[in-house]
């Protein structure tokens, strides 16, 4: 079964602060996803990457910024952490186009 | 542009009441459709996929492409099924997932 690893369940952190998110996938899966997830808004996302050191800008990406320097490994970076950076993040993960998403268990971050 | 819409954010019904979630997307190709669960606490996770044609814990969900719906059916709810319900859309050749904005179902004993 596919596991997706979120580092944190729970962040708190300062308005300006430097903000890394970590997502490990044990599968060699190709693509990694990050999404925000927000009542009303459902699940936007942010960055995501299909290969080593590859990505792409999702709907959102301002204010974000995204690692991928191996495959099973995927960094969120928040450069300086704004208030309404304050959501769920959940990461996800699939082995090819098409084939659906297996998600991580999500970091509920509160910057204040 | 693609979309995915789910026009109710709440919906309540009583225990063995029958069940349909909405979800309506706009695409002008063949779209791959799923739905996702998301339960208390727990990680959001597949229901199913419109390819498999499958039923999964009594739930069931055609494509029909005249309507460009994808409504999620079960004739009779369990207060188990309480959960957080997405519909999501992608399509072939590319890597992005496009969700709904969610529907709430409560089933009341």
């Known amino acids: 079964d596919v596991k997706v690893t979120q580092s944190s369940r729970y962040l708190v952190k300062r308005t300006g602060e430097k903000v890394f998110l970590e997502c490990v996938q044990d599968?060699?899966?190709?693509?990694m996803f990050w999404y925000r997830q927000d009542p009303g808004l459902g699940l936007r996302l942010i960055y995501f990457?299909?290969?080593?050191?590859?990505?792409e800008k999702g709907d959102i990406p301002e204010g974000y910024s995204v690692s991928r320097e191996k495959k099973e490994r995927f960094s969120l970076i928040l450069e300086s952490a704004s208030t309404n950076q304050t959501s769920m993040y959940l990461c996800?993960?699939?082995?090819?186009?098409?084939?659906?998403?297996?998600f991580g268990n999500g970091t509920r971050l509160t910057v204040t | 542009a693609q979309r995915v819409t789910q026009p109710e954010k709440l919906l309540s019904v009583f225990k063995g009441a029958p069940v349909e979630l909405k979800c309506n997307y706009s695409?002008?190709?063949?779209?791959?459709l799923f739905w996702y669960v998301q339960y208390s606490r727990q990680r959001l996770q597949l229901l199913l996929r419109?390819?498999s044609r499958e039923s999964i814990k009594g739930f069931t969900a055609d494509l029909n492409k005249g309507e460009t719906s994808f409504h999620l059916k079960k004739p009779f709810a369990q207060e188990e099924d309480s959960a957080m319900y997405y519909c999501?859309?992608?399509?072939?050749?590319?890597?992005?997932?496009?969700f709904g904005t969610g529907t709430r179902l409560k089933v009341l004993a």
């Open positions: 999501a859309l992608t399509t072939s050749g590319t890597y992005k997932y496009i």
């Open positions: 990457s299909y290969d080593v050191k590859m990505k």
């Open positions: 996800a993960s699939n082995g090819r186009v098409g084939s659906p998403l297996h």
């Open positions: 695409y002008s190709g063949s779209p791959e």
């Open positions: 599968m060699d899966h190709e693509n």
């Open positions: 419109h390819i």
